[in-house]
């Protein structure tokens, strides 16, 4: 299974970006793809979620209001919208799938199998 992450971009602070996140290979349906960042300096954290079928999206508190997380699966494709940036966005952005995730563990990085290569958000002030 390969995760191929793009959209990524230098933004001026308010603007948008949509990022996408592409599944490749023998991955099984219903799948949890989630969203994860690190900035440089800080360890890696939980952006956005979007649970198996797409039946439940879940954001971290900084998202919530900000990003939606849609999913195309016809594309196995999902979407990061991300609007009203600020420089506290600015990070390199993971795409992370796995085909077993139980919800409880939906914001924990080490319970997923498949990682893209990450794409980076630069947000200026």
């Known amino acids: 299974v390969q995760l191929q992450a793009s959209g990524g971009g230098l933004v001026q602070a308010g603007a948008s970006l949509r990022l996408s996140c592409v599944a490749s290979?023998?991955?099984?349906?219903?799948?949890?793809v989630a969203w994860f960042r690190q900035a440089p300096g800080k360890e890696r954290e939980f952006v956005a979620a979007?649970?198996?079928?797409?039946?439940?999206?879940h954001y971290s508190s900084s998202a919530k209001g900000r990003f939606t997380i849609s999913r195309d699966s016809a594309k196995n494709t999902v979407y990061p919208q991300m609007d009203s940036l600020n420089p506290e966005d600015t990070a390199v952005y993971y795409c992370?799938?796995?085909?077993?995730?139980?919800?409880?563990?939906?914001?924990?990085?080490?319970?997923?199998?498949?990682w893209g290569q990450g794409t980076q958000v630069t947000v200026s002030s």
């Open positions: 992370a799938a796995d085909c077993s995730l139980i919800l409880s563990s939906l914001r924990m990085g080490n319970q997923y199998d498949y």
């Open positions: 290979g023998r991955i099984s349906s219903p799948y949890t």
């Open positions: 979007i649970f198996r079928s797409g039946s439940s999206t």
